[in-house]
Structure formats: structure tokens, C-alpha cells
T-cell receptor, first 111, second 114 residues
């Protein structure tokens, strides 16, 4: 049974700091992995999708890496801004239809 | 191109009642998935519909049921509501012309069961 864990559960950093969010999964037989952002009480916004054959994806100040063999993914946020404050969720997709989410990391960036 | 929309935004029901939540998928998307997100938790997969047929189901009891219509919009029905059904319900649509698993989420319906 696939389980997804995100560490830390919460993080508070000063503006401008670079930071890393971690995601681990127990079954390496994944189809792809996706990082989402969720603002309080809102839906999910897709940030980056990494196919199982890829090692990383980049979008602006965000970089996500994937190491299937060790069951790990990281989301790197460069030069954090107060607008980055949100909950970040990682999700693994196995078998083409079942998406398993982690519980998320709540990020607060202080101005 | 319109995104994924859900209705209603908020809903309050009492224990034992039934509820129907609605989702309109993004234009061109024929796959809709439903998720339940309890406060402080990640979304939990309920089920997925592909071309009007259920295409997979998570660990939810039969009182959670769904439909997908020819225009690919979808409904989630929950019977005999329980207090623990209080959550944010999210739907997501995806397209066969993109990566099938790139999901686009709606804003959610917040259900409160009293």
C-alpha cells in the first residue's frame, strides 16, 4: 500500500530564504509525482509534474527533483516571498488513476 | 477555456441527510476524480470517472456514489451523512491529450454535517 509522507509538517522562514520541502513514498512503482499549492480553504494549484522517467522539473523559482529508487522527492523554493505562504502537497500517481497525497507542509514566509 | 468549477461553494447538512455535489470539468477533459479533504489532511481519493464509467475507487463506503454525464460533468452523492463526512470535497479533471494524470482541481465544496 502506497504511503506518502511530507516533512516538515510546518515551516516558518524569513523572506528571501531558500528552502527545501521533502516528500517520501513507500512504493517506487509510480507513474508520476506532482507538487501542488493550496491556499487556505481553496482548491489545489498544480506547480510541477515529474514523470517517472524524469529526475527534475523547474518552473521559475521552483525546482522539484525525483529519486524513485529511494522513494524521495524534494521541492526547492528559491528566494522565498510572503506570497509563497501556503500549504504544499505532493501526490504520487500509481496505476494511472489512483492519486495518493501527503498531508502537506504548511509554509509561512515572514516579511 | 474555462477551468474546473464546483457547486455549491458551501453546504450545511444534518446527520442522516443526503447531499449531491456537482463538478464541471475543464473543456476537453473526459476524466473526473473526486477527493475528500479533512481539515489539516491531504486529499483522499474517493473515485474516478472516465467516459461515464467508474474507473477506480478508494477506500470509501458505498454510500458515496457518483455519476458522470455525456458532457463529462459529474456528481458526487453521499447518503446517510455522518459527522465525519464534514470536509472539503474536491474534484479534478484530466485530459487524454495531455498527460492523463495531470489533474486540474476545482475550488472545492465545503460540507459541514451537524
Amino acid at each position: 500500500k502506497q504511503e506518502v509522507t511530507q516533512i516538515p509538517a510546518a515551516l516558518s522562514v524569513p523572506e528571501g530564504e531558500n528552502l527545501v520541502l521533502n516528500c517520501s513514498f513507500t512504493d517506487s512503482a509510480i507513474y508520476n509525482l506532482q507538487w501542488f499549492r493550496q491556499d487556505p480553504g481553496k482548491g489545489l494549484t498544480s506547480l510541477l509534474l515529474i514523470q517517472s522517467s524524469q529526475r527534475e522539473q523547474t518552473s521559475g523559482r521552483l525546482n522539484a527533483s525525483l529519486d524513485k529508487s529511494s522513494g524521495r522527492s524534494t521541492l526547492y523554493i528559491a528566494a522565498s516571498q510572503p506570497g509563497d505562504s501556503a500549504t504544499y502537497l505532493c501526490a504520487v500517481i500509481s496505476g494511472g488513476f489512483k492519486t495518493i497525497f501527503g498531508a502537506g507542509t504548511r509554509l509561512f514566509v515572514k516579511a | 477555456e474555462t477551468g474546473v468549477t464546483q457547486s455549491p461553494t458551501h453546504l450545511i447538512k444534518t446527520r442522516g441527510q443526503q447531499v449531491t455535489l456537482r463538478c464541471s470539468s475543464q473543456s476537453g477533459h473526459n476524466t473526473v476524480s473526486w477527493y475528500q479533504q479533512a481539515l489539516g489532511q491531504g486529499p483522499q481519493f474517493i473515485f474516478q470517472y472516465y467516459r461515464e464509467e467508474e474507473n477506480g475507487r478508494g477506500n470509501f463506503p458505498p454510500r458515496f456514489s457518483g455519476l458522470q454525464f455525456p458532457n463529462y460533468s459529474s456528481e458526487l452523492n453521499v447518503n446517510a451523512l455522518e459527522l465525519d463526512d464534514s470536509a472539503l470535497y474536491l474534484c479534478a479533471s484530466s485530459s487524454p491529450t495531455e498527460s492523463r494524470d495531470t489533474q486540474y482541481f476545482g475550488p472545492g465544496t465545503r460540507l459541514t454535517v451537524l
